[in-house]
């Protein structure tokens, strides 16, 4: 509403000013030492056509605390009303890329999916869903997400399936019924203790059982590591070591790495899909050409670089040309792309997948939260 009256009492001064305004976020949630920019395409549908000039970051790329990630330019009134929404976009999104990021980095190479969709208004599930695929989920549960994604869905097998049939019959309905290219996950927590749940669906399944999932009530986990321990010995001593174990239920990025050593897939729900939003923050920095900032933040235009040689990356005065590394000396360059132009959009948007791809690259070679490397 305060962006509404400001319109009033601008069209009535007579006044439209070209502005420039940055979006950044001048910390990061929890201990979170970088973030996923995500949001983007939806950000951008809701820019273009008004007259304003976009530069930002790609969608998928690593950022770091003070970093502008946008850069909106252009006559005030053609876009102050939209900060809140243009916000909301990029802040929900962000959060959940980067949950899911650190999810993926904590599994240390296994599968990890996104399982949060009745943890959200069912409206904005694909959006959830699509920023938690990009930050490196492996798959998404909801049909309607995967759609958007271009991916095919994924999903095991529900505890209503088994206290509707009965666990035996349950496993072997499944085999039976549901398309052979689908994996067959039995679930095995529903009435007994995991272990021998897990022996008996090896033994009801044979061959075409390739894991088994656990999603142990919080108040049956006691030890989850040791539980996790005695259902791979017993598949191992009878023959089932090639049998996997999925684990859900309750699963964040700490619990994943405490679980590495004998879980080989993770399913995970509220951790990701209710992450924190990063706060991101829209401030004007320039007003008709001249610098102005409220207090606390920087005036002026800024240049975000990058140094292409050896990583380094920092902000300077846009007044300056971009120079050299101050690390290693090579040519930086600017890491914000044009992407609104006069009102339309320039480039392409990349699918999902090559998204995806990009921020399993970078959060590689990222500060590692977990201390998997040096």
């Not at 950000?43 to 909106?72: D, I, K, N, Q, T």
């Not at 142990?216 to 321990?229: E, I, K, M, W, Y």
């Not at 729900?269 to 409220?294: H, W």
């Amino acid at each position: 509403m305060y962006f509404r009256r400001g319109e009033a009492v601008l069209k009535g001064e007579g006044e439209n000013p070209q502005v420039v305004a940055e979006i950044r976020a001048s910390t990061l949630p929890v201990d979170w030492g970088w973030g996923v920019f995500a949001g983007l395409e939806e950000a951008l549908w809701l820019l273009e056509g008004r007259g304003v000039e976009v530069h930002a970051l790609p969608e998928g790329s690593v950022f770091f605390p003070e970093e502008p990630v946008m850069v909106v330019s252009g006559p005030y009134l053609d876009f102050g009303a939209l900060e809140t929404a243009l916000l909301g976009l990029l802040c929900q999104a962000s959060g959940v890329a980067t949950s899911a990021a650190r999810c993926k980095l904590a599994a240390a190479g296994r599968p990890v999916y996104s399982f949060g969709a009745r943890r959200m208004h069912p409206a904005i599930a694909p959006m959830i869903e699509r920023a938690a695929f990009i930050g490196g989920c492996d798959g998404v549960a909801v049909v309607k997400s995967a759609e958007l994604v271009g991916e095919e869905p994924v999903g095991t097998m529900a505890h209503s399936l088994i206290l509707l049939l009965g666990e035996e019959r349950a496993w072997r309905a499944f085999d039976r019924v549901i398309d052979p290219k689908v994996p067959r996950v039995a679930l095995v927590d529903t009435f007994r203790d995991e272990k021998f749940a897990a022996v008996s669906a090896a033994l009801a399944m044979g061959r075409s059982l390739d894991a088994v999932r656990l999603d142990t009530p919080a108040s049956r986990r006691g030890d989850f590591v040791a539980l996790l321990r005695e259902v791979r010995w017993e598949l191992d001593e009878r023959g089932f070591g090639v049998v996997k174990i999925f684990v859900s239920g309750g699963i964040d990025e700490g619990k994943i790495v405490a679980l590495n050593r004998y879980a080989d897939a993770y399913g995970v729900g509220t951790a990701i899909s209710n992450a924190p939003v990063v706060d991101f923050a829209l401030d004007i920095v320039e007003v008709d050409g001249e610098p102005r900032a409220k207090r606390g933040k920087l005036s002026g235009r800024k240049h975000l670089w990058g140094c292409p040689e050896c990583g380094n990356r920092g902000i300077a005065s846009a007044r300056a040309k971009l120079g050299h590394c101050p690390r290693c000396g090579h040519k930086v360059r600017s890491l914000l792309d044009a992407r609104i132009s006069h009102g339309s959009r320039r480039g392409s948007d990349p699918s999902p997948q090559v998204i995806r791809d990009s921020v399993l690259l970078q959060i590689a070679a990222a500060p590692d939260p977990f201390g998997h490397r040096e």
